[in-house]
Structure formats: C-alpha cells, structure tokens
C-alpha cells in the first residue's frame, strides 16, 4: 500500500478565505446599509436582555444591591431625557429645511423639473419616471448604450493603444450597468435599493477616467469626441441623481428616526421609573427574587432602545453621508494608479 495520502478533495484554502471574507464583508455591509432598522434594533434588544440574564445567571452582575439599581434608574431617567431632547433638535434642524419662501420653493421646484427635463433629453424617454429605482434603471441604460457607441467609434482607430484602452474602458462601464440591473431584478425592490445602488456605482472615477482619455488622446475624430461628451454628461447626471436621492433619503429618514425615538422614549422614561419604584420599598425589591433578574433585564432593555435606534440610523445615514461625501472625480478611500483605466473601483467603508 502506497504510504503516501491523497488530499482531500475540496475547495484550495484560499477560496475557502475569500468565500470567508466576502460573507463576512455582505454581513457588515447588511448591518451598515442595507439591514432593516427596526428588525436591527429589535435583534440587538433582545441579544442585550439575553446577555443581561447570562452575565445575572454567571454571577457576574447581580440585582440584589437597592443603592446600585436605583443609582443606575437615576442615570438612566436622566440620559433618556437628554436623547430624546437631542433627538428634538435633530427633529428641528429637519424642518427648517422643509420650511421656506415661495421664491425658494420655486427655485427648488424648478431645479427638479430642469433635472428631470435633462434625464428625458440624455436617456430618450418621453417622460422622466417618478420612481427612484426607474430613474436609476434609466441612466444606468443610458451610460451603457453611450459606453457601447464610444466602443463602436474607436473600432477603425489606428492607434491600437488607444483602441484597447477606450475598449476596455468602454466594456468596464456596461459591466457596472448590466450590475445595477442585476441589483434591480427583484420582485422586492424598495425605494432604499435605488439610493443604495447608486452609491455603489463609480460615477466619480468613470468621469475622471473618461477624461483622461479624452484628453490624452492623440488623434480623435469628431465622432469619438462628441461620444465622449455625451458619455460624461449621462454620468454627470448619474450623479447629480444620486445626490438628489441622498438628499431626500437622509431627510425622511431623520424625520423617521425622529418619530421611532419618541415612540420608544416615553416607554423607556417609565421603565426607568419603574426600576427606581420597584427597589424603592425600605425592605428592598417589591417583587419575588426568582423573578427581579427578568424583570430588572426587560426594564434595562426597554431604556436602552432609544440609544440601540440612534445607533442604528446614525450608523446608515453617516455611511451613505461619507461614501458620497465627495463631488466629482475625487478618490480619497484609497491610492489611485492614473495609468490604469480599470473604473470598477468600489468602496464599502
């Protein structure tokens, strides 16, 4: 018999890592992004009354000490009332955005309208559609058939290098449309899905890429300039729409947040309350000591939703915020190789 043992078959080691990685990244991208709020904060409201009772169960917390619970109450009573007045303001700052002039609101009225007149011009359609998720469909058709007619125009170039470059330029971008409609082909696409997209989308560098080969070209026929032209322009408004998208976004999602910590605020003032009454008798907790550990848990749990939302939100509304941060081509996640006209660069920081 042969001493010598086969491998195992299998995947190499290194698939088994990136496999790894990649589930690993899609779950802090779920619970950055793309995870429900509310069903988020409900998970780690109930993992929080699970630990509390395992850490009372292990002996490492207790709730037997009246003069450390009701301290506890008191600090608690007090950071609640001070969320929810940081909340009101938040509230506040939102609503002076909404209230305005008629010569104001016109202006802003008018540069939706002269948005939406420019997405019918560069994508052709008779009217621009209302639905997030369409406009972003629509543009992204738009980029790839302008990337496709800037392929078709340096077909008969003689400069091979030129060629291969704006060829592979060309392909890269109708890859990262054909992946926006990928993204959309669902039956359960939300509004959300539109502006989550569209952050993903490399608008930025194809620009700045686009450029750059239009402008270090040697030769360029008027055909492959005017190609250019309308390449960059469909990206540009790309966009100016996902800024738009962000905008309304973050606006209504404020105002939701706003609304929810209210909504668990009153309910975690009493809990708190509640925890100074129930130690509050001379003779120490008013309830049976085989049941204080789940009811002090269940009280603690109740205060601390209004901190688990704000967490939650402001954990969405400052990723988006700082993977759009930036206007135009700018790149400042990481070091950029100007020689390379590679655009699928994705950032999920």
Not at 250 to 256: H, I, N, S
């Amino acid at each position: 018999m042969d001493s010598t043992q086969s491998e195992p078959a299998g995947e190499p080691p290194d698939t088994n890592m990136e496999r790894r990685s990649a589930l690993r990244n899609r779950l802090l991208e779920w619970v950055k992004v793309d995870g429900d709020r509310l069903f988020l904060t409900i998970g780690i409201s109930v993992g929080v009354f699970v630990l509390i009772l395992v850490l009372n169960s292990i002996g490492a917390v207790a709730f037997t000490n009246d003069n450390s619970v009701t301290r506890m109450a008191s600090g608690m009573i007090a950071g609640t009332f001070s969320l929810v007045t940081l909340v009101v303001s938040v509230n506040q700052l939102i609503l002076s955005q909404e209230f305005s002039p008629a010569s104001e609101h016109r202006n802003r009225f008018s540069g939706v309208m002269e948005f939406r007149r420019d997405l019918e011009e560069q994508t052709g359609v008779s009217t621009a559609p209302v639905e997030p998720t369409r406009v972003v469909e629509v543009l992204a058709e738009a980029i790839g058939d302008r990337a496709s007619e800037l392929s078709d125009s340096v077909a008969n170039s003689t400069d091979e290098e030129f060629r291969q470059q704006v060829t592979q330029y060309a392909k890269s971008v109708e890859d990262s449309t054909k992946w926006i409609d990928e993204a959309f082909d669902q039956s359960d696409v939300e509004a959300f899905d539109a502006l989550s997209v569209a952050v993903e989308y490399a608008d930025g560098w194809q620009i700045h890429v686009a450029r750059r080969l239009r402008n270090d070209a040697s030769e360029l026929t008027d055909e492959t300039a005017a190609t250019f032209d309308e390449l960059i322009d469909t990206i540009r408004l790309f966009s100016t729409a996902q800024e738009h998208l962000k905008t309304v976004y973050l606006q209504r999602e404020l105002a939701k947040f706003s609304q929810l910590t209210i909504y668990c605020g009153i309910p975690a003032v009493l809990s708190s309350i509640s925890i100074a009454l129930l130690y509050g008798d001379i003779g120490g907790a008013t309830i049976s000591t085989r049941f204080l550990p789940y009811v002090t848990s269940l009280l603690v749990t109740i205060v601390l939703v209004p901190l688990v939302l704000l967490a939650v939100f402001i954990l969405r509304t400052a990723t988006v915020t700082r993977r759009t941060s930036t206007v135009g081509p700018l790149l400042l996640q990481r070091p950029s190789n100007e020689k390379s006209v590679q655009v699928t660069i994705n950032d999920t920081d």
